[in-house]
């Protein structure tokens, strides 16, 4: 528990992504869950720091003014930032240049796709979404070429592990795991890290 950096968020990818971040670069701060549900991202209160309404949302109130981030990908630089060296490498260069490209990846190739055929999918769009999904497979399965290491970026755990891990646990009952055994045997490997395992209890149902 830590009352300077607080972490609203729901049990969904963008939320456990920062919570991950959080729990592998050990930085203390409190978990808010919001119930989604019964609208509570849609409240006054909430709405005053994220006016889209979207989970996540961090807080560092030890900063002036204070700190309001709405983005996950943001959270997880900010927590590279205040904890250097534990989602990338501290120092510029090659290996860190790596790090930054696999993430990007993830991020714009991967999961902004997705969110797009989540959209469409919600507006009735299925042929539309089912197009844009069969994309984002394709690429999961185009990243297990990135696997000649441990992980994502080679033998260091990393942000683009983190931007890569969610978007797959969404997908993994639609990868054709036969095809994959590096990307499976990195998936086994990132999942048991306890520091994941706690990202991703933080905002489950107690
Ligand atoms: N680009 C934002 C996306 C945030 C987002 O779309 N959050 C979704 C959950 S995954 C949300 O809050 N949905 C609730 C709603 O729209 O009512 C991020 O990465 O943080």
């Known amino acids: 528990m830590n009352d300077r950096i607080e972490l609203f968020g729901a049990n969904t990818g963008n939320s ?3 919570a991950i971040a959080l729990e592998e670069s ?19 209160d909430y709405l005053a720091l994220n006016p889209a309404g979207k989970v996540p949302t961090l807080i560092d109130h030890g900063t002036t003014p204070m700190l309001v981030i ?8 900010y927590a590279d930032s205040i904890a250097p060296g534990k989602l990338a490498p501290a120092q510029p260069g090659p290996v860190r240049t790596r790090v930054i490209d696999r993430y990007f990846f993830f991020v714009t190739d991967v999961i902004a796709p ?7 999918h919600k507006e009735g769009q299925d042929k539309a979404a089912a197009i844009i999904d069969l994309r984002v497979i394709e690429q999961l399965t185009y990243s297990e070429s990135f696997l000649t290491g ?4 080679g033998e260091q755990f990393s942000m683009a592990d983190i931007s890569a891990f969610t978007i797959t646990m969404a997908f993994r ?3 054709d795991w036969k ?3 590096q990307l499976s045997r990195w998936f086994d490997t990132v999942e048991a ?4 395992q706690r990202g991703l209890n933080v905002f489950k149902h107690s």
């Open 16 to 18: 456990l992504r920062a």
């Open 114 to 120: 997705s969110h797009a055929a989540f959209f469409l």
């Open 179 to 181: 095809l994959l055994p």
């Open 173 to 175: 009952d639609r990868l």
């Open 150 to 153: 441990e992980f994502m970026a």
């Open 70 to 77: 709405n983005q996950s990908n943001a959270i997880i630089q």
């Open 26 to 44: 050990g930085i203390a701060y409190t978990a808010r869950r919001l119930d989604l549900y019964a609208q509570e991202h849609r409240g006054p």
């Open 193 to 196: 890290r306890p520091a994941v």
